[in-house]
């Protein structure tokens, strides 16, 4: 079982800059692909990024293409998302997820992700 513990959540305004992390507690962290989603207030569950196992690839929604940047430190076990340029429409719960696939899978159910965490809240005011 893989436990995934998301932090950096806060209030941020418009325009400023925050960066999630995920901790896993999971000696085979380094073999999952791991993702960020998202869900706002009466909305869907969405995809913002992935990155493969190896950091060698990485997926990026086209609503957070240029803004958002996703990687990861195998050794310490936690995947990073760096948020700039942050808009209203950011604000929502993050979750990070692991797929212990590896590879970044776009085409299944929610990447594939198999494990998620609790969330962390992101508010971006005006």
């Known amino acids: 079982q893989v436990q995934l513990v998301e932090s950096g959540g806060g209030l941020v305004q418009a325009g400023g800059s925050l960066r999630l992390s995920c901790a896993a507690s999971d000696r085979n962290f380094a073999t999952h692909a791991m993702g960020w989603f998202r869900q706002a207030p009466g909305k869907e569950r969405e995809f913002v990024a992935a990155i493969s196992w190896s950091a060698g690839n990485t997926y990026y929604a086209d609503s957070v293409k240029g803004r958002f940047a996703i990687w990861r430190n195998n050794d310490e076990n936690t995947v990073y998302l760096q948020m700039a340029s942050l808009k209203l429409e950011d604000t929502a719960v993050y979750y990070c997820?692991?797929?212990?696939?590896?590879?970044?899978?776009?085409?299944?159910?929610?990447?594939?992700?198999?494990?998620w965490g609790k969330g962390t809240l992101v508010t971006v005011s005006s």
């Open positions: 997820a692991a797929d212990p696939a590896g590879s970044i899978r776009p085409g299944a159910v929610n990447y594939g992700m198999e494990y």
